[in-house]
T-cell receptor, first 114, second 111 residues
Framework: QQQVKQSPQSLIVQKGGIPIINCAYE??????FPWYQQFPGKGPALLIA?????SEKKEGRFTISFNKSAKQFSLHIMDSQPGDSATYFC?????????????FGGGTRVLVKP | DAGVTQSPTHLIKTRGQQVTLRCSPK?????VSWYQQALGQGPQFIFQ???????QRGNFPDRFSGHQFPNYSSELNVNALLLGDSALYLC??????????FGSGTRLTVV
């Protein structure tokens, strides 16, 4: 059962554009929503994370928007650069539960053209 | 400070063989989780170890087993390898509920 659905599968933008990646979850017990960036041959690296008690969080050029009632959250990459070209994964977990596994979305390949 | 270290980086095995992958967690982390990432997909949770015991398990067959040592390092064992086991195996460590740190993974190819 896929509990976190991510879209689109791939995205191409020009430098300076704003890629937007969307995720939807089913399990209302999830209370921690991180985004990971993965380059080829590397493991995922944490970019930014949000808890459901806030609707938006910004860290540098990365912004998460969170809609608890719709069970959706999204990642915006402001002023995107070619170095941002990577695969991005959303994830969700029950942070307060023991054995708090991460459930990942299917990933979005982002290409930023110079 | 070294992050999560995994070995080996690449491995080629034949169907039916057994494989052991190793993981050293980030300093200060006491919990280790293993994930399988098939090509073009998101990581799938295999199991998690805490205090040398399997605390939670994902939807993987018993061919997948693990171990955590007193120094918090961990091993993932896969028996009777199938072609479908070919994937990137990721180890992640953390302490308490947040701050997962992933290693670069072991690329396993089963031929």
């Amino acid at each position: 059962q896929q509990q976190v659905k991510q879209s689109p599968q791939s995205l191409i933008v020009q430098k300076g554009g704003i890629p937007i990646i969307n995720c939807a979850y089913e399990n209302t017990a999830f209370d921690y929503f991180p985004w990971y960036q993965q380059f080829p041959g590397k493991g995922p690296a944490l970019l930014i994370a949000i808890r459901p008690d806030v609707s938006e969080k910004k860290e540098g050029r990365f912004t998460i928007s969170f809609n608890k009632s719709a069970k959706q959250f999204s990642l915006h990459i402001m002023d995107s650069q070619p170095g941002d070209s990577a695969t991005y994964f959303c994830a969700a977990s029950r942070a307060q539960a023991a054995g708090n596994k991460l459930t990942f979305g299917g990933g979005t390949r982002v290409l930023v053209k110079p | 400070d070294a992050g999560v270290t995994q070995s080996p980086t690449h491995l080629i095995k034949t169907r039916g063989q057994q494989v052991t992958l190793r993981c050293s967690p980030k300093s200060g982390h006491d919990t280790v989780s293993w994930y399988q990432q098939a090509l073009g997909q998101g990581p799938q949770f295999i199991f998690q170890y805490y205090e040398e015991e399997e605390r939670q398990r994902g939807n993987f067959p018993d061919r997948f087993s693990g171990h955590q040592f007193p120094n918090y390092s961990s091993e993932l064992n896969v028996n009777a390898l199938l072609l479908g086991d070919s994937a990137l195996y990721l180890c992640a460590s953390h302490r308490e509920s947040y701050g997962y740190t992933f290693g670069s993974g072991t690329r396993l190819t089963v031929v």
